[in-house]
């Protein structure tokens, strides 16, 4: 069991004051406090794993025991791990015929490199692209053989006038790995020209929150490197302006041998959710529970592969409005709740969520393993970023995920002069969307999305506390009527209209929403397969695991987009699923 900190240096007087004369009613002061605290520089951006973000979590973990909430888990917390960074072990090398080559100077293994060693000749395969469009046909392997050998690619695109940005587009370096890794190469280097870096300095060795490597050593290479072993008279200018000219391939082998170990390590970090449990007084429908969360995580001094707006400035980013403001509103109804306990029906689970900035990962791990006895879930409310209110406007997403939620939601905002803008789709950027995949019911709650969101400019003076008090009077009305009704709302599908932002590119989609934290499985899992789309059409079902698409391998969420870049609408193609211990061909009809 983790000893709580409690509250220490300059946030001790604003702890006392948050501790001092709670009301049963949710009130600005308090909620001003609760805010104070989370989202005080002292708490560094509450990053999951660090010093700030356990302060965080042990400040809600008090505030819920003195509420008088029944504590869960291990003293209120359910820890789990997460990966906050990888580093370069002790066994990174690459040399070129019987040239050392120094780590950080001349290369640098990228953060989803395997750990692995390859001696091989090199292939340059231009940039790396296997294009088929209606507009491009440009396939920089044709008639090479990268077989166990290095495919040396070229990082970017080249710059050609016209619609052919769209078509480079999906083009990243994982997408490239993934191209060389279905030809056969047996690790990448990337290197960049002129054109995509003007100086010749090496990428940042950056973990980017994702999960899984590509199966091959990947490393970037300073081009001045690389230039020592071109054939004589070419060059990497050169290449670069035969590409914008003639957009076509320009392959060739380098006949020197290259070899590298490669030697990558994630950083894990203890972090946790923080729960509190309201029992309701019904005997009958007491063990039916309705979940309230907020997640209190943030993005620390932000930084390259952040999340940050502003990547290149390292500044605390205190997120007053995400989501300290989905917190205190969350505390405060908590508290109201209490008070009022012998007057509902159902329970009321509040939980305090980690790590949802680095893709949900706490509603997840609890979606995945919740403690014993909390099981029955019929409902969850989330709160997220509710601190920026204007004219009374409110989103609230996930209207149409149990029949009946419109109504309550629209009736309602009457009393609290609200204006609804209402989504009702149970899949979005948020905690709400990991219980949406498990067939539960959701209501997600936010203001008005703003200039200062992931960046260090999101202070406590910017919120609108009395708009925040709104928020929390209406979702204790929505929670009070759904804990007392004799009958549950039913669950129904209610699926995106628009696909995520890692889709939009993509012509054709299988209709199902991908669990995109999973690490511990190889493939990608189904979160949720949506009704009448390709992949229910074919068969798939909730939590099979998609292994391969078209004969070619699936092994976490990232290949599962490259694949499905590759489709084209009205295709037939095969994919091979998992489901428990049996593995089944699906044939679906993009």
């Not at 750990?115 to 790396?128: A, C, P």
């Not at 007084?281 to 007491?286: G, H, M, P, S």
């Not at 932000?302 to 390292?314: N, Q």
Request: aromatic residues 10%; contains cysteine.
């Amino acid at each position: 069991m983790r000893i709580p900190l409690r509250c220490m240096s300059a946030v001790v007087l604003v702890c006392t004051l948050a501790f001092a004369g709670q009301e049963p009613d949710v009130t600005v002061g308090e909620l001003y406090d609760h805010v104070s605290f989370l989202a005080a520089d002292d708490l560094e951006g509450r990053f999951p794993g660090t010093r700030g973000g356990n302060l965080a979590a042990d400040y809600i973990r008090d505030q819920f025991e003195k509420i008088g909430l029944k504590l869960y888990g291990d003293n209120g917390y359910q820890m789990f791990q997460v990966t906050t960074s990888t580093t370069l072990g002790d066994k990174n090398s690459l040399q070129i015929d019987q040239k050392e080559l120094v780590l950080n100077q001349d290369f640098v293994p990228l953060s989803f490199s395997a750990n692995t060693t390859l001696s091989e000749k090199g292939v340059f395969v231009g940039y790396g692209f296997d294009i088929d469009h209606d507009s491009l046909r440009w396939n920089d392997y044709e008639d090479m053989d990268v077989s166990g050998k290095w495919a040396v690619i070229l990082n970017g695109a080249p710059d050609i006038e016209g619609d052919f940005n769209a078509v480079f587009d999906i083009y990243d370096q994982r997408k490239k790995a993934l191209i060389a890794r279905d030809f056969g190469a047996g690790g990448v280097i990337f290197v960049s020209g002129e054109q995509y870096q003007s100086d010749d300095e090496l990428l940042a060795h950056l973990y980017d929150r994702s999960v899984g490597n590509e199966g091959l050593a990947i490393i970037h290479m300073k081009r001045s490197i690389l230039e020592q072993i071109l054939p004589d008279s070419v060059t990497l200018a050169g290449l670069e302006d035969y590409f914008q000219q003639k957009k076509s391939p320009h392959s060739f082998t380098l006949h020197h041998r290259i070899t590298a170990e490669t030697d990558v390590q994630k950083n894990l970090s203890d972090t946790q959710n923080v729960l509190g449990f309201l029992p309701g007084f019904d005997a009958a429908l007491k063990n039916q529970i309705i979940v309230i969360g907020a997640h209190y995580d943030h993005l620390g001094y932000g930084g390259p592969g952040s999340g940050s707006r502003v990547p290149d400035t390292l500044a605390i980013h205190n997120g007053a409005d995400d989501n300290a403001s989905g917190v205190a509103a969350m505390l405060e109804i908590a508290e109201k709740l209490y008070a009022e306990r012998t007057a509902l029906k159902r329970s009321v689970l509040f939980i305090a969520f980690a790590a949802e900035e680095m893709g949900l990962l706490g509603s997840k791990y609890y979606t995945q393993n919740p403690p014993a006895g909390l099981a029955d879930m019929q409902y969850m409310i989330n709160l997220d970023m509710i601190g920026r209110m204007t004219d009374s406007s409110l989103a609230v997403a996930g209207t149409g995920t149990a029949e009946g939620f419109q109504e309550i939601v629209e009736k309602k905002a009457q009393s609290f002069h609200i204006h609804p803008n209402l989504s009702p789709e149970g899949y979005g950027p948020s905690d709400y969307s990991a219980f949406y995949a498990t067939n539960i019911p959701v209501l997600s709650f936010m203001t008005d999305i703003h200039q200062d969101y992931h960046t260090p400019e999101d202070d406590i003076g910017n919120l609108n506390f009395p708009g925040i008090k709104i928020v929390s009077d209406y979702v204790i009305d929505i929670v009070k009527e759904l804990a007392n009704r004799e009958n549950v709302l039913a669950f129904q599908e209610a699926g995106p209209q628009s696909q995520p932002s890692v889709r939009r590119r993509f012509k054709v989609t299988l209709g199902i929403m991908p669990d995109i934290a999973a690490s511990d499985v190889d493939g990608m899992r189904a979160d949720v397969v949506i009704k009448d789309r390709p992949a229910f059409l074919a068969g798939m079902q909730n939590g099979d695991i998609i292994v391969a698409m078209d004969g070619k391998p699936v092994h976490n969420i990232y290949e599962y987009m490259h694949r499905l870049s590759d489709f084209k609408p009205g295709q037939n193609i095969c994919v091979k699923v998992k489901r428990g211990e049996n593995f089944y061909d699906l044939d679906v009809k993009l």
